[in-house]
């Protein structure tokens, strides 16, 4: 029998009217740690977790392989919702990523970012190997570097990339799924693509803070509500096939 679903909490509901009143008097304000309460508000979650604790000498890849396994095994309703605040968030900048294709002489970038984002919601729909996921991120995605892109694409890219290692670890992937999407959408970048990150670029990367203030109100009030609905989905699905 299907569950009947949950309001967005209290807590959640009053976190997101401060934080617009806060966004629409300086949609500059940079808050990471706010995002944070936020994200807690969401109930318990592996956000809580440290680090696997197999580095230097003790660093043992099957006891990380089955560490992970064991936290996603263990993901709560709150993994799922957070997890789809990350792929709606990934999504809304994923449309600047066809101009790669104008941008990079390499053919096969252009798939990369929906490759990133379709694993990521296999993943959260149980359509998909966790492992497997991982290895393709680390092997396929993370340490190739993308030198023919302009900013926007390139933090696209980030997005993308942040999106599928915060749903498979949980907890701190090393970049910031939400800045680098903020970042995409908000900006503009008059340089060739590659001189983008140059010391010696032609022109500045241009900011626009009423994109930055419109991507922040979609994000408070239609991207969490509709994470917090597809998050409890997707955990209820999870239960029944854990019974199964």
């Known amino acids: 029998m299907q569950k009947q679903k949950q309001l967005l909490p209290a807590e959640t509901q009053r976190l997101i009217a401060e934080f617009l009143e806060i966004m629409r008097n300086d949609p ?6 706010k995002r944070e309460t936020l994200f807690q508000s969401f109930g318990e ?4 977790l440290p680090e696997h604790p197999w580095q230097g000498k003790d660093y043992d890849p ?6 992970k396994l064991n936290n996603w095994k263990n993901a709560t309703q709150a993994d799922y919702v ?18 790669v294709a104008e941008q990079s002489p390499f053919e096969g970038e252009i798939y990369e970012v929906p490759q990133m984002l379709e694993i990521s919601e296999k993943l959260l729909k ?14 396929d995605f993370w340490y190739f570097h993308r030198p023919n892109l302009t900013h926007d694409t390139y933090h696209t890219f980030c997005a993308a990339i942040a999106t599928l290692s915060f749903i498979i670890y ?6 910031d799924f939400f800045e680098e999407a903020i970042d995409a959408y908000s900006s503009t970048d008059p340089n060739e693509p590659g001189l983008h990150d140059e010391p010696d670029s032609p022109y500045p990367i241009e900011f626009d803070d009423r ?9 408070l009030t239609e991207a969490i509500p509709q994470a917090w609905d597809l998050g409890q989905s997707s955990y209820q699905k999870k239960i029944l096939t854990d019974n199964q």
């Open 170 to 175: 949980g907890n701190r992937s090393g970049v």
């Open 45 to 48: 979650s592996r956000l809580n």
């Open 126 to 139: 149980g359509k998909y190997d966790l492992l497997k996921a991982y290895n393709e991120l680390v092997s």
């Open 28 to 33: 500059d304000t940079e808050f990471f740690i």
């Open 62 to 67: 099957q006891k990380i392989d089955q560490y």
């Open 211 to 219: 994109k930055r203030l419109e991507f922040w109100e979609w994000w």
């Open 82 to 99: 957070l997890g789809w605040v990350a792929l709606l968030t990934a999504q809304k900048v994923a449309p600047l990523w066809e101009r």
